[in-house]
Nanobody
């Protein structure tokens, strides 16, 4: 199974940028579909963006045009570039790895992003 470690969170002003990094280890990274999720206080965890093992990407409507997900299979890493951050982007961001066969889902420990003036 894969282990995930997120980094890159922090405090940023509205309109600013951050890049989140999720480093994977322990299994064949290229076999996993990867995603970034977030959970704001009092809300359910939601999908932010995903990238399939084949490189197809998907974004929630709330971040489309502002966030970019990418993966580097050579570095076993997935990134989330977040631009033009808004107050409502404040949340704990989690990295998720999904493998079809065998059926496996793993989560990272999360990294906090706070957007505040």
């Amino acid at each position: 199974q894969v282990q995930l470690v997120e980094s890159g969170g922090g405090l940023v002003q509205p309109g600013g940028s951050l890049r989140l990094v999720c480093a994977a280890s322990g299994d064949v990274f290229r076999l996993y579909n990867m995603g970034w999720y977030r959970q704001a206080p009092g809300k359910q965890r939601e999908l932010v963006a995903s990238v399939s093992k084949g490189g197809d990407t998907n974004y929630s409507d709330s971040v489309k045009g502002r966030f970019t997900i990418s993966r580097d299979n050579a570095k076993n890493t997935v990134y989330l570039q977040m631009n033009n951050l808004k107050l409502e982007d404040t949340a704990v961001y989690y990295c998720r790895a999904q493998r079809i066969l065998p059926s496996t889902v793993e989560w990272g420990q999360g990294t906090l992003v706070t957007v505040s003036s």
